[in-house]
Structure formats: C-alpha cells, structure tokens
C-alpha cells in the first residue's frame, strides 16, 4: 500500500525556517521522482518543487526559487523540503507526490498534507 506521510509543518513568523517531511512507504522512493505542492486558502494548488528520481535534478517553482531547497535520502525513503526566508504569502498547505512520471506531470499518489502558517 502506497502511503506519503508529510510532516515539519507549523507556525512560524516571518523570515523564519521550516523543515518539512515526506516518509514514504509501499514503494521505492528512488524509483519516482517526487514533487512538493502547496495549496493556500481560496487558492488552486502549485506546484513548489520536485526532485527526479534518475539525476537528482530539482526543480523550483519561481516564488520559492532561491528560499527552498528540496533533498531525498533513499536509505530513510524520506524527501525534505527546507524552506527558509519564508514569507506569509508561503502560507498553504503542504503535500508530497509521487509522480506519475516525470517532473511537471501528473501526479499518482498525494499525502495528506501538512500545514505551514507564516505570521507574526
């Protein structure tokens, strides 16, 4: 059973760092490449960053460009996204994804999310 368990969200003010989660299980992680998305209030959801599976290529979103770092560590099946001078328009919540092929394509299997709130 494939799962994507997110956590690391909270709140945090302005100009402050989080650190978010992704623990997968019921596949291999280095198999997929596996995008960070984020839907805020009244707001589609985007897509923030995705890292591919075969060169460990990333990809950022130009909103989050120079501020998000997204990393895997296979041996934990874990993808981070470490996020940094977050600004309150960062506020949304968080999913991961397992692509269902490459980067910028369609998604198979999205966690539950976790919630980043950026407030003084």
């Known amino acids: 059973q494939v799962q994507l368990v997110e956590s690391g969200g909270g709140l945090v003010q302005p100009g402050g760092s989080l650190r978010l989660s992704c623990v997968a299980s019921?596949?291999?992680?280095?198999?997929?490449?596996i995008g960070w998305f984020r839907q805020a209030p009244g707001k589609e959801r985007e897509g923030v960053s995705c890292i591919s599976r075969s060169d460990g290529n990333t990809y950022y979103s130009d909103s989050v460009k120079g501020r998000f770092t997204i990393s895997r560590d296979n041996a934990k099946n874990t993808v981070y996204l470490q996020m940094n001078s977050l600004k309150p328009e960062d506020t949304a919540v968080y999913y991961c994804?397992?692509?269902?092929?490459?980067?910028?394509?369609?998604?198979?299997?999205w966690g539950k999310g976790t919630l980043v709130t950026v407030s003084s």
């Open positions: 019921g596949f291999t992680l280095d198999d997929y490449d």
């Open positions: 994804a397992r692509q269902s092929s490459r980067c910028g394509g369609g998604v198979t299997y």
